[in-house]
Structure formats: structure tokens, C-alpha cells
């Protein structure tokens, strides 16, 4: 099986580029944050609290979390309901960030991923797939772009899902999620060693997406 690990911050543009790319390549594409914005909405759903590890730990035993794949597209269920449709909320990425700092958490989740990675080729994007998950994939790329770039982004995407929200707390949304990603103790985003580092500023996404089938198609 063949594995290709991108990582990098909220709104780099990961997902777009990662699932069109997959789709190409015949690979699946896994989208790991979803993961842990099920984990932050059951805690929410449950009345407990994203912000107390106790909670947390609490929800997990309630929790069962499966990965889909129909027609190519991942779906996410939790206890056995799709929720992908209820996870993409701005409030949703605040608890994801938040849960995803608990050690138990990224436990609950690491084998589902690494299974899912030893039956399937794979794109899998996140924060720690090159460091964590999958440190032997066969291609890694840490993909960025400046906050201020990702929150344009994110703020156009959530606009055309019929979503308005507003820009200035959508960017420090951004800047808090960073700064949580990158300075917790466990598994905290960055780039592996020999991960390739791709900045995407000022680029179209037409542009990232053709960047990015260069790169794969030149190294895989
Ligand atoms: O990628 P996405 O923005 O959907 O991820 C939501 C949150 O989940 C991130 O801000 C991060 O805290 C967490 N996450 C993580 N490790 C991953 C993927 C996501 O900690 N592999």
C-alpha cells in the first residue's frame, strides 16, 4: 500500500487539494480533522465540556467513531449516525482543537487511522500524520500558506456553503488554532524532517492543486 501524508494549519487548502488529487491517483483520501471534530461535537452533544479533560475522557467511553467511504467520499459516524454535515461549523473547529490536545484522544484515534492506511492507498491530511501516524508514508508534504491567506480562503468556502460569518473572527479563529495545534505537549503540528514544505501564498487553488500533482507525480 502506498501512503502520502500532507499536514500543515487550518485552511492551507489540505482537503481540496488532497481529495482532488486522490481522486486522480485512485487513491483514498482521509481527512483526519474530522475525526477529531467528532470527538469535540459528541462531547458538545453530550453536555459535557470541550475545555475539561475529565469530560472528555468521560464522552469517549460513549463514543464510537467509523469512517466511511462511499463512492470515494469519506462520511463520518458517530454512533452509528452520519454527522459529517453537522462538523464544519467554526464552533465544531474550536472544540476539535481543543479535544485534540487530550493524549486519550489522539489514542482513541490512532489505530482507526493506521488501519485504515494498511488496507487502503491513501492521501491522509492532518496535523501529525508524517510525525505521528504514519512516519514511514511514502511521501510527505507539509503544505502552509500565512493566516491571513487561509482565513480568505476559509471565509469564501464557508461563504459559497451558504454560511456568513465574520472575517476578523474567522481569522482569529485561525491564529488561536495555530497557536493551540502548535504548542500542545502531544503530537503538536509541525513538519517532519523529511517532509517536503510547500507555501501556497498568494496562489489560486487551481494553481496549489497543480503544484501539488507535480510534486506527487514527480516523487511518488
Ligand atoms: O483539519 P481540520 O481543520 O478539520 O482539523 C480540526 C482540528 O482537529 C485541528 O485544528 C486540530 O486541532 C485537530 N487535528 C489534529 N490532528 C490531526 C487532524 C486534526 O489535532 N491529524
Redesign the pocket.
Known sequence: MRAIAIDGP?GAG?STIARRTAAELGFIYV????L??TIGYAVDHFGLSTKKEEDIIKALQKIHVELRFINGEQRVFLNGEDVSDYIRTPEV?MF??EV?AVPKVREFLFDLQQEIARNNDVIM?????GTV?LPNADLKIFLTATAEDRAKRRYQQLLESGTIVDFDQLLEEIKQ?DY??SHRKI?PLRQAEDALLVDTTGNTLAESIDLLQRIIRNRL
Open positions: 487550518a489540505k481527512d483526519t480533522g474530522a477529531y471534530r473547529s476539535a482543537s485534540s491530511d492532518g496535523r501529525d500524520i501516524v488554532r493551540n495545534d503530537a
